[in-house]
T-cell receptor, first 117, second 114 residues
């Protein structure tokens, strides 16, 4: 079946502009995650959705970052007043939810490379 | 807080040889999951293998096996019969179960030499 998809694959913007990054999870996956990966680093957690609600947004660096998942499927990560330090690859992942116990494997999309000039 | 440490920034291995990528973790929780992902130059994170903290047997998936030593808090990835296509970044990650977010290490770049 289809994997996690992310659009756009690349985004170049100017400092101060607003950007939206989109993630389409694997069909049937209720959990959706956003991570940010800077050059030479492992991914760092931003926010996690269970269904439509943000279950954990503790990784969002500041209030310029916001994410939504209005219908429990597609999610959009929104960054206001972009700064050069926001340049990174933004990765989305999704997973099933086990009813009891277990650990859910997260499957990642190809990422969006954001460059802020 | 959880932490993953990968001490090998880069590794080289001859084609068809086996290689071990090191990973140590730190958590005070008893229930957790350990993962390895591969990230080729294309950028996508590809899931390789999973080990639960209560699993008694080491996980295996084809040419990948996870050498889980709970007392040492290590979860090393062993790749047998290396192939040129195995050249990539490899990340070790941990979660505390269910849908909790992953915490990643800094990764190891593996280069397979013909």
């Amino acid at each position: 079946g289809a994997g996690v998809s992310q659009t756009p694959s690349n985004k170049v913007t100017e400092k101060g502009k607003y950007v939206e990054l989109r993630c389409d999870p694997i069909s049937g996956h209720t959990a959706l995650y956003w991570y940010r990966q800077s050059l030479g680093q492992g991914p760092e957690f931003l926010i996690y959705f269970q269904g439509t609600g943000a279950a954990d947004d503790s990784g969002l660096p500041n209030d310029r970052f916001f994410a939504v998942r209005p219908e429990g499927s597609v999610s959009t990560l929104k960054i206001q007043r972009t700064e050069r330090g926001d340049s990174a690859v933004y990765l989305c992942a999704s997973s099933l939810t086990f009813a009891s116990g277990g650990t859910d494997t997260q499957y990642f999309g190809p990422g969006t490379r954001l460059t802020v000039l | 807080a959880q932490k993953i440490t990968q001490t090998q920034p880069g590794m080289f291995v001859q084609e068809k040889e086996a290689v071990t990528l090191d990973c140590t973790y730190d958590t005070s929780d008893q229930s957790y999951g350990l993962f390895w992902y591969k990230q080729p130059s294309s950028g996508e994170m590809i899931f390789l293998i999973y080990q639960g903290s209560y699993d008694e047997q080491n996980a295996t998936e084809g040419r990948y096996s996870l050498n889980f030593q709970k007392a040492r808090k290590s979860a090393n990835l062993v790749i047998s019969a290396s192939q040129l296509g195995d050249s990539a970044m490899y990340f070790c990650a941990m979660s505390l179960g269910g849908n909790t977010p992953l915490v990643f290490g800094k990764g190891t770049r593996l280069s397979v030499i013909a």
